[in-house]
Nanobody, 129 residues
């Protein structure tokens, strides 16, 4: 059984930092791109950051320069370092694992939810002004 478990969320002040973690069990991790999404009440789920199996990354425009995604394959864990947090970053953050292994064309498809086969339950991040 494949499981993705997020942790690290919490309530912080604007300008603070948080690091989210997503641990994967039940499947191969190394070969699969991983992505963080977020969703605020009343809004559509938004792709935040992705990392391929080689460590290449891409980001949503709203977090570019403030967030950094990384992965430690030996731990089967992907991280999201979030700096200079803003109130508009408040959301439930979820990680997702690509449906297929490999990186071919990944950065052209990572924003599409259909590209993912497994999702975590999410962790709440609340940023107050």
């Amino acid at each position: 059984q494949v499981q993705l478990v997020e942790s690290g969320g919490g309530s912080v002040q604007a300008g603070d930092s948080l690091r989210l973690s997503c641990s994967v069990s039940g499947r191969d991790f190394v070969s699969y791109p991983m992505t963080w999404f977020r969703q605020s009440p009343g809004k559509e789920r938004e792709p935040v950051a992705t990392i391929d199996s080689y460590g290449g990354a891409d980001y949503g425009a709203s977090v570019q320069g403030r967030f950094a995604i990384s992965r430690v394959n030996a731990r089967k864990t992907v991280y999201l370092q979030m700096d200079s947090l803003k109130p508009e970053d408040t959301a439930v953050y979820s990680c997702a694992a690509a449906r297929q292994p490999g990186n071919s064309g990944w950065f052209g498809t990572w924003r599409r939810e259909a590209a993912y086969g497994y999702w975590g339950q999410g962790t709440q991040v609340t940023v107050s002004s």
